[in-house]
């Protein structure tokens, strides 16, 4: 940084994401409040735990090759030409076939003056990598081990999500170039690939004994704490705002990068360099939000916890597209896509006898599912990436948005690294005897011992004298 | 020893001619080039962690279900504080 408005933009670059992930910590805050709220009261302990110990978990392995693998795979590898070329100047330097700079090992990876961007953009994906563990977490209460959630967590948070996303976020990613794919704020990147991914581990795991009457019948164990439930989705509101912002490049000069000599354009952007701002956006997220609420309201009948769910329900819906959607736009799609994640709720749960404990597949599976085919029609022809418009692409362009390529994005999402590897890891621990803690600890409660020696630390305070 | 007494001399590897100005090496940390070694040592503390709370967890819920509480059990616990 030698002149004062690069310091500046630099610098403004670097606290502007250190800000979203100040922000985003409060969706986990939500999260452990939420899960908590909805569990019964014999396992809140070690339900809180559960979700605070991805934490460390997910950072650590974020760390060493988390964030690696999000640089390493956008194009496949070996599904699309990258554009990370010389002639592109993009080359962001080798390391196993990856961006050297994301290297564990890599002097950036650390205070480094030379650098104000790797750690804040770096603890941006973290913040997103936990949220997509978090969101798996909700479904599984009472009754999966923590060791088996460790796993599922890491699986999901530093592998699994982040694929898709080098996939379909990625500037470089295959699925922009041959799909259209666009989703600028992470229906399906992080929401239907976490939904699918919880669906196939609550395939394995089976429902909380009681959850089923012996004809099959649901039965509904419903939040016990309603009032944990509703703060917890306010605050998962509040950490969005950090989300939505986070997903955005602040400032960006347009006019070289799309090769329009001369031309000097300062926009915010999405994260595939493609014109938004911050204020439209804003009203997006705002709209998005009451179509959810005002569906979630109707469709359940005043229900609070599915009103609160289909709020956030409806975010995600809408976040496909919402850098460039009407904000009516995003108020229709969010009450669509609301009721459709509430509809088939209760249809897999009776047909299926799926017992998502929070209803996560639905709030974030199916209404991302539904929001990423809905963005395929509304968008249809749009530019799928920035670079597909200018001088930055010297290859085979860009796909533009269509249903089509949206449609086969989402069950890449949902399905294919979504359900298919959370299938298939439960089964692996379940085999091995790890997934699901023993039928008797269950009907004691995971916090029995916790809450026996209370009791007794409580029989022996109130009983001495001195 | 990795002590810093002057920041100037710490920061300051070269001149570049091309470039007409001081160059500043970026890295602060102590025991630089040292990076894999910190890196092994973050993957053994996580494998350790995975390791031993696993067993603990196994071992605790063991004992727990041997002693075959009743689903209402816990009730007789809830403390007053």
């Known amino acids: 940084m030698t002149d004062q408005l690069g310091a500046l933009t630099t610098i403004f670059t670097e606290f502007y ?27 809140h302990q070690h339900t809180l735990m559960k979700n605070t110990m991805l934490i460390p978990l997910v950072t650590v ?7 690696w693998l999000y640089w390493a795979l956008p194009t496949g590898p070996g599904i699309a030409p990258s554009i990370m070329t010389e002639s592109t100047g993009l080359v962001l330097g080798g390391g196993f076939g990856a961006n050297e700079l994301a290297n564990p090992t890599n002097a950036l990876m650390a205070v480094n003056l030379n650098d104000h961007i790797m750690g804040v953009f770096w603890a941006a994906f973290l913040l997103f990598a936990w949220t997509a563990a978090s969101i798996v977490s909700g479904a599984v209460i009472e009754r999966i081990t923590t060791f088996a959630f460790g796993i599922l967590a890491i699986a999901i948070g530093s592998v699994f999500w982040t694929i898709d996303a080098s996939w379909g976020w990625h500037f470089d990613g295959w699925m922009l170039k041959i799909l259209g794919y666009h989703d600028a704020y992470a229906s399906g990147v992080i929401h239907a690939v976490c939904g699918g991914f919880a669906l196939g581990i609550l395939a394995v795991l089976g429902p909380r004994i009681g959850k089923f009457s012996p004809s099959g019948e649901p039965r509904n164990i419903g939040p016990r704490n309603p009032w944990l439930v509703c703060i917890g989705l306010f605050l998962i509101y509040t950490g969005f705002w950090g989300f939505y912002a986070a997903c955005n490049i602040p400032i960006f000069d347009l006019g070289p990068e799309y090769g329009m000599e001369g031309v000097t354009f300062f926009t915010a952007t999405n994260i595939y360099v493609t014109p938004t701002t911050l204020s439209g956006i804003t009203m997006n997220f705002l709209l998005s939000l009451s179509g959810g609420l005002l569906a979630g309201y109707w469709i359940s009948k005043g229900d609070p916890f599915w009103t609160y769910s289909g709020g956030l329900a409806g975010i995600i819906a809408a976040s496909a597209g919402n850098d460039l959607y009407h904000p009516m736009q995003s108020l229709i799609i969010a009450g669509v896509g609301t009721a459709i994640a509430y509809k088939l709720h209760y249809w897999v749960e009776r047909k299926f006898k799926i017992d998502d404990a929070v209803g996560a597949v639905a709030v974030h599976g199916y209404a991302g599912v539904v929001g990423l085919i809905i963005c395929g029609f509304v968008l249809w022809g749009y530019p799928s990436s920035g670079y597909g418009v200018g001088s930055m692409w010297v290859g085979t362009d860009y796909a533009p948005i269509n249903p089509l390529g949206m449609f086969i994005g989402a069950i890449i999402m949902f399905g294919v690294l979504g359900f298919l590897p959370g299938w298939i890891l439960a089964k692996i621990l379940h085999a091995a005897g790890k997934l699901r803690i023993p039928r008797d600890v269950e009907l004691a409660g995971l916090d029995y011992n916790i809450m026996e020696q209370a009791r ?5 305070v109130a009983s001495s004298n001195r | 020893m990795a002590t810093v007494t002057n920041w100037i001399e710490h920061l300051t590897t070269d001149v570049d001619t091309a470039t007409e100005g001081v160059q500043v090496a970026g890295s602060v940390y102590p025991y630089i080039g040292s990076e894999l070694l910190w890196v092994l040592a973050g993957v053994v503390f996580w494998l350790a962690w995975t390791f031993f709370t696993a067993a603990g967890e196994e071992e605790e819920q063991g004992k727990l279900a041997r002693k075959k509480h009743g689903t209402n059990d816990y009730k007789n616990n809830i403390t007053e504080w």
Request: aromatic share 26%; proline share 0%; charged share 20%.
């Open chain 1, 61 to 67: 392995t974020w760390y060493l090759f988390g964030w």
């Open chain 1, 456 to 460: 007794k630390d409580e029989r022996a």
């Open chain 1, 17 to 43: 994401y250190w800000i979203t992930v100040v922000l985003m910590f409060l969706i986990h805050v939500g999260f452990c409040m939420y899960e908590v709220g909805a569990s019964r009261y014999k396992h």
